[in-house]
């Protein structure tokens, strides 16, 4: 949801050549306690599942 935090930014690497950057994030969750994880994927625009 909107506002809810995944984690911190800890380092930013800049592509010499490109769109992308590498981004370094540090968890806001202790992965370990983790019994369930929920992935949602938006379907791409114009198409259909």
Same mark, same amino acid.
């Given at each position: 949801?909107?506002?809810l935090s995944?984690?911190?930014?800890? %380092?930013?690497?800049?592509?010499?050549?490109? #769109?992308?950057?590498?981004v370094?994030?540090?968890?806001?969750a202790d992965?370990? %306690?983790l019994?369930?994880?929920?992935?949602? #994927?938006?379907?791409?625009?114009?198409?259909?599942?």
């Amino acid at each position: 949801p909107k506002g809810l935090s995944m984690g911190k930014v800890v %380092r930013v690497k800049k592509k010499e050549y490109g #769109l992308f950057q590498e981004v370094e994030v540090s968890p806001s969750a202790d992965f370990s %306690r983790l019994e369930e994880v929920m992935v949602i #994927l938006r379907p791409a625009s114009g198409g259909k599942d």
